[in-house]
């Protein structure tokens, strides 16, 4: 299995990161049945402008997260442009979920916090 890893990053909210710390910074919960799929960005900057016009918002807080998960794992699904050229992300099936979690590489971190 390779080594070489992607850096990821997250925009949450509140009770997603609950469930993130009580994994002990390891792993993502379960998607509820309204999400089908986990998105994870390429860059911060995207990842900030979710965490701060949509998590503020609706949850009154927004989290910016960052992960690395191995690249052997993420060849599988191809990036999707969800906008201009920097709006990258992953589109991880709700059922593939558990076999990220498998392939993250050390913690998810919090990087930046809005409210």
Known sequence: MSEETVLLWRPTGPEELALVEASGWQRWPARLPEQP???PVLNEEYAT???RDWNVP???VGYVTRF???KDFLDAYPVQQAGGRTILEYWIPA???E???D???G???VVSEYR
């Open 58 to 60: 609706h949850s009154g």
């Open 37 to 39: 799929i986990f998105y």
């Open 68 to 70: 690395r998960v191995r």
């Open 95 to 97: 059922e593939d979920l």
């Open 103 to 105: 392939h993250i590489v």
């Open 107 to 109: 913690l998810i971190e």
């Open 99 to 101: 076999a990220l979690n």
């Open 49 to 51: 402008k979710i965490a």
